[in-house]
């Protein structure tokens, strides 16, 4: 499968913003998705994940602003951004894998598949 990250743009503090992981040349079914984030000179960090089996999870700085979801009907996984803040500016990046652990969902070394990365910036 490869991934294609959109969505991203520049927003104002508690703006909201949605980001949007579409598949092409498979499906997502099977599938577990994660959303993670990274700035420059730091380690790529695990933002939320869809996994196959339809559960999610969320880091703590994210958790009641943002929601994950899939669109069946698109073959994409969605990253719903609400009342974000300074602190979210990054580029997000989508990943996927069919052979996610359970315990292992929030590491980027899980995921053989990775989108470009699409910027997001919240700034007054």
């Known amino acids: 499968v490869q991934l294609q990250a959109s969505g991203g743009g520049w927003v104002q503090p508690g703006e909201s913003l949605s980001l949007s992981c579409t598949a092409s040349?498979?499906?997502?079914?099977?599938?577990?998705v994660a959303w993670f984030r990274q700035v420059p000179e730091k380690e790529r960090e695990f933002v939320a994940v869809?996994?196959?089996?339809?559960?999610?999870l969320y880091a703590d700085s994210v958790k009641g602003r943002f929601t994950i979801s899939r669109n069946s009907a698109k073959d994409a996984v969605n990253l719903q951004m609400n009342s974000l803040k300074p602190e979210d500016t990054a580029v997000y990046y989508c990943?996927?894998?069919?052979?996610?652990?359970?315990?292992?969902?929030?590491?980027?070394?899980?995921?053989?598949?990775w989108g470009q990365g699409t910027q997001v910036t919240v700034s007054s």
């Open positions: 990943a996927a894998s069919r052979t996610v652990i359970a315990s292992s969902t929030s590491s980027p070394d899980a995921y053989s598949t």
């Open positions: 040349g498979s499906t997502f079914h099977g599938y577990t």
């Open positions: 869809f996994r196959w089996t339809g559960t999610t």
